[in-house]
Structure formats: C-alpha cells, structure tokens
C-alpha cells in the first residue's frame, strides 16, 4: 500500500479509539467493510491498514507509542475526530505541511513527507516470512523501503513533534535552531529539516 493524502493535521494510530461510532461502524464499517484502504468521508482524508502483529503497543523511530487495540493502524484527518483528548495516550496528532504517503510495507509503516519518515516496526517476527508478506514497491519494481531508507540517509528527525507535546518555547527555540543550522550546515553531518509545520 502506498496512499497519498493531502497535508493538514492528522492523528497517527488506532482509528477504534477516536473515531465517533457513526464513522467507525456506520461507514467504515457498513460501507466498506472494515477494509484496507484510502478513504475520502465527507470531503476529509483518512488512510486504514491492518498492522501485522494485530493488537499491540508499538514504537515509532522517534521512540513515541502507539496503543493499537483493533489491529489497524490510521491516518485521520483531525476534522473527523469529535474529542481530540482521545488522541491523547493512544496515539500521536501531526501537522504536515506537505503531501503524505502513508505505506505499508510488509509489516512496516512508513508515514512520509517531503525527506522526513515516521517508521513504524509491526512485525510479528514469530510468524514473519518476508516472501509472503505484501510488499510495496516503487515505480521501477524496487522495495520501497530501501528506496526510502536511502533518500533519507542523511537526514535527522531531531525535529519531529506531535502537536500536543509543541510549547511556544519550544517553537521559538525551534525557529531559532533552524536559522543556526542554516549558517552551520557545512560544519554538520546531519542537518535538521522541518517535517511538520509547529503551530
């Protein structure tokens, strides 16, 4: 799966957790039968896909959790979800300023934006064969997530916050980061980008 969704602010995790039961059962699950898949519910952009360990606590490359209870992993816009405090504790809300790609890739999640990844790991290692796994891959046949992993080799994700956890300090003292790297870049080995827009 490699589903692309416009920028805007979504929350990453269980979509059983937040979503209002007249979404979660009246249309994703009467209308699409609980699927897979990339779905537009009243004009705004949510993305579903089973996680391959099922239920489980997961961590992502920035060691941020995700409690997911139904065995799906989402990405919903924020404009779906009635109470934003159920975000809290079950997953993580982000600000894209760019377009996303949310891919699954044999277990592995990969929530995308321009250079920055958001990876999620979850493999059941314990029945894990990877020649019969769904695997996603680019335009030219190769595994996605070797190209990804490559077009982001040298880049950091010092900067990637969710939106509950941004201060206004923090913003300043971001902005203030980004103009020191900026004259200092070629004094780095890495270089910090933003990935999601501070608000």
Known sequence: MNEILLPGKYYLGDPT??????IYIGIWGELYDYANGNYDINGVQCVMHTTHKGDDTFIDNKNRKYVVTSGVLSLINVE????????????????????INFIYDAGIFYIKSGKKII???????????????????NEEGEPISK????????????????????????????????????????????????FFKKI
């Not at 957790?17 to 007249?22: A, D, G, Q, R």
């Not at 790991?121 to 891959?137: K, V």
């Not at 994700?157 to 980061?177: A, G, H, L, R, T």
């Open 17 to 22: 957790l937040v979503l209002p039961n007249k």
């Open 80 to 99: 779906l979800i009635e109470n934003i405090n159920l975000c809290k504790n079950n997953g993580h809300v982000f600000e894209f300023v760019k377009k």
């Open 119 to 137: 990876t999620i790991d979850t493999r059941n290692m314990d029945e894990y064969n990877s020649d019969y796994e769904e695997h996603c891959e």
């Open 147 to 194: 190209t990804i992993n490559h077009n982001s080799d040298n880049e950091s994700c010092d900067e990637i916050k969710s939106i509950e956890n941004n201060s206004d300090n923090e913003k300043n003292q971001d902005n203030e980061n980004n103009s020191d790297n900026e004259k200092n870049e070629d004094n780095k080995d890495k270089h910090l980008f933003n």
